[in-house]
């Protein structure tokens, strides 16, 4: 999967995550705590949700350095190209 598809992944999984972003561009650099409603539920649902569409495991470290939508986009890349 290419860093577009994984992209275009992620703004799906918090479109649905945070629905006021539903009708908005995904800001890929917004950090977690300028979200609204991004707490440590709606952070591990994104998690849990990244992990079941790409089929990955992040380690503790990973999903605590995920603080943007352009950090998960970041690992999944690196997760997903065997690298």
Do not use: C, Y
Request: aromatic content about 8%.
């Amino acid at each position: 999967m290419n860093e577009e598809e994984v992209k275009n992944e992620i703004t799906n999984i918090f479109k649905e995550t945070f629905p006021e972003l539903k009708e908005k561009e995904l800001e890929l650099d917004k950090h977690q705590n300028d979200f609204e409603n991004w707490d440590s539920f709606a952070h591990m649902e994104i998690v849990g949700k990244v992990e079941e569409k790409f089929k990955v495991s992040l380690e503790m470290d990973e999903v605590i350095s995920l603080e943007t939508p352009r950090k998960f986009i970041e690992i999944i890349v690196k997760k997903t190209s065997g690298s």
